[in-house]
């Protein structure tokens, strides 16, 4: 999941386009539980699991040149 979001972000950048968390998140089918119906509140928890995504694979990008395995 993690590479699916960062390969959407890429895809978005190289076209020259700005999307949005939320957006990326419908793409790729990430869901993320919630128990209100505050829609500002639930875009906030994507957003954030979105964000938590991307980093992960950037991370594991950088450990694999890194020669960090594990």
């Known amino acids: ?3 699916d979001v960062y390969e959407q972000i ?9 999307v949005s968390n ?5 793409v ?6 919630s128990r209100t119906t505050d829609e500002a509140y639930e875009h906030r928890k994507i957003s ?3 964000t938590r995504k991307k980093k992960t694979a950037i991370d594991a990008i ?3 040149v890194e020669g960090k395995f594990g």
């Not at 890429?10 to 700005?18: F, P």
């Not at 939320?22 to 419908?26: C, G, Q, W």
């Open 1 to 3: 999941m993690a590479f």
């Open 10 to 18: 890429l895809l978005a950048e190289s076209d020259g386009e700005k």
């Open 22 to 26: 939320y957006k990326l998140a419908k």
């Open 28 to 33: 790729v089918g990430l869901k993320v539980g």
């Open 48 to 50: 954030v699991a979105v």
């Open 62 to 64: 950088i450990n694999v």
